[in-house]
Nanobody, 120 residues
Framework: QVQLVESGGGLVQPGGSLRLSCAASGSIFSISAMAWYRQAPGKQRELVASIVSGGSTNYADSVKGRFTISRDNAKNTVYLQMNSLKPEDTAAYYC??????????????WGQGTQVTVSS
């Protein structure tokens, strides 16, 4: 059994910062990549940022220069530092991990989501 548990969402004023965390636990053999997605009401889920086991990162154009993704491989945890937040960043943020369980094939796992609301 594999679980992804997110934390760190909340309400913040425009220009503020938040840090999201996502910890993967359970019968994990390896994690090749972790990522953050977001979904605003009435919109499709979109990739925000991703990081592979070697440390290479990728960002959506809308968050480049404001968000930073990082990873603690020893803790199977991924972080998203969000600075200079804008109202358009308001969404449910979901953690994703492409991982291989101890018994089974590689596949994607998802967290339950954490709400980020940017409003004055």
């Amino acid at each position: 059994q594999v679980q992804l548990v997110e934390s760190g969402g909340g309400l913040v004023q425009p220009g503020g910062s938040l840090r999201l965390s996502c910890a993967a636990s359970g019968s994990i053999f390896s994690i090749s990549a972790m990522a953050w997605y977001r979904q605003a009401p009435g919109k499709q889920r979109e990739l925000v940022a991703s990081i592979v086991s070697g440390g290479s990162t990728n960002y959506a154009d809308s968050v480049k220069g404001r968000f930073t993704i990082s990873r603690d491989n020893a803790k199977n945890t991924v972080y998203l530092q969000m600075n200079s937040l804008k109202p358009e960043d308001t969404a449910a943020y979901y953690c994703n991990a492409r991982l291989t369980p101890n018994w089974g094939s590689p596949k994607d796992y998802w967290g339950q989501g954490t709400q980020v609301t940017v409003s004055s």
